[in-house]
């Protein structure tokens, strides 16, 4: 090993006492293998820019031409004129069907077509704030396994392994974010609008079909374009509608995303698995090696499971506003609006895209159980309160119903006896025989006052006072 480089041993071990071992050769190679592996990955990647010209840890530019030359690949048509025009004029008719139902005004300000491509590129500044907190947890997980700090490599030498252990947590970042790319290749195959997953994906003001998606959706049901186009509509301005006037929704739900993935661990058995024995002359059979699925498991602590009751609730509080606002808009207009709702139900209980992608990216997964349930408690409301009292539940975070309201929708609409100051005070009394009640007052106060003061003050005077005559004066 007399042409081992940089210095990179091991005092102590090998046969060779003054040269010590290659820490990397029982990965099947040696210290120059793996630098020029490196380098050569380095070179492939270089044009891209970890972070995406951004400075994050996941190299957004290479998840964005993933995902495009995924969907490309698979077929992703332009949007043709005729096709814009039909989608613009289903955006501001569904608006104007929705003003009937809801008090929240229109949030689209410009609707847009796009292609499945368009999507992409327009939701990825969301996204890139949704991932990026669990992708920093990943780099630096992968960091350290492939030789970063903590490693196998000694305190005294990682300031000389600077710029290899860079280019480790680089290539761990284009790792990263050709799953991500992957992920959201797949996503944009299925999505029919900027809203499917319930997040505020579009930029502010805009809302958007995917001409292409639409017809996908629309497929096998026997309904006609128009109204699947109409319906999804429904569904994508009710949504722009949330995010435009309720001002903090968007902070809290991205910021409930955060806080979840902040709680996730990296599992990277997989990866050490995958590099057993790899031969790093081959840079393709690391790429391979390490293009695995990375599992992600999420943390058992009171603070990730608040962060995820906070998520699920307000994603699925959105979803069943959105189904009971959309649903009695379409009723008496689109014949096939129970068609339709019951397609929506169906895709998302059989795991749809919103509950993949999540789980791909974020280790989330959603349950369809409640969006069942919000989507009856927005119904019950409005029943009782009507669409004015619905909608005020908007107004800020803390009126909002809990996890444990999706548990029992009627007494969070009808009230609870166990709300704090309520649980030992009977109403009905107050409303039931007043006349009795104020009688039975009336009987007692005149009797009370003369007894208590024969009864006690005379007593006391004529024990102690001569007050007799004081008190016959007054009479």
Known sequence: MSDTPFGFNRPGDGDDDDRPQDPFKGMG???????????????????????????GPLNWDLAKNIARHQVVEQGDPSVVDSERRQVEEALRLADLWLDEKTTLPAGIRTPRAWSRSEWIEQTLPVWAKVCDPIAARMVESMGGALGGAGGDIPADMQAMAGPLIGMVKQMAGAMVGGQAGQALGALAREVTGSADVGLPLAPSGVGALLPAGVEAFGSGLEVSGDEVRLYLALREAAHQRLFAHVPWLRSHLLGAVEEYARGITVDLSGIEQAVQGLDLSNPEAIQEALG????????????????????????????????????????????????????????????????????????????????????????TLTEVRGTQ???????????????????????????????EGLSDLDLSNLTKAPDESEAKKLDEKPDEKPDDKADDKPDDKDDGDDGSGDGGSRA
């Open 29 to 55: 190679g040696d210290m120059a293998q793996f630098a020029d592996m490196l380098h050569r990955f380095a070179d492939m990647i270089g044009g891209q820019g970890a972070g995406g010209g951004a400075g």
């Open 292 to 379: 695995g699925e990375i599992q992600l498991q999420p943390e058992e602590t009171p603070r990730q499971k608040a962060a995820l009751a906070r998520l699920e609730t307000t994603l699925a509080l959105v979803e069943g506003w959105v189904d009971t606002v959309v649903n009695e808009a379409a009723q008496g207009r689109l014949p096939g609006s129970v068609k339709l709702a019951e397609a929506v139900r169906r895709r998302r209980a059989t795991g749809g895209p919103a509950e993949r992608t999540f789980a791909t990216l974020v280790g989330l997964e959603l349950r369809p159980r409640r969006l069942r349930e919000a989507a009856s408690l927005w119904r």
């Open 389 to 419: 009292g619905r909608d005020a539940i908007w107004d800020h975070p803390d009126l909002l119903p809990t996890s444990d309201d999706l548990d029992d929708p009627d007494g969070f609409v009808h009230g609870r006896d166990e709300i």
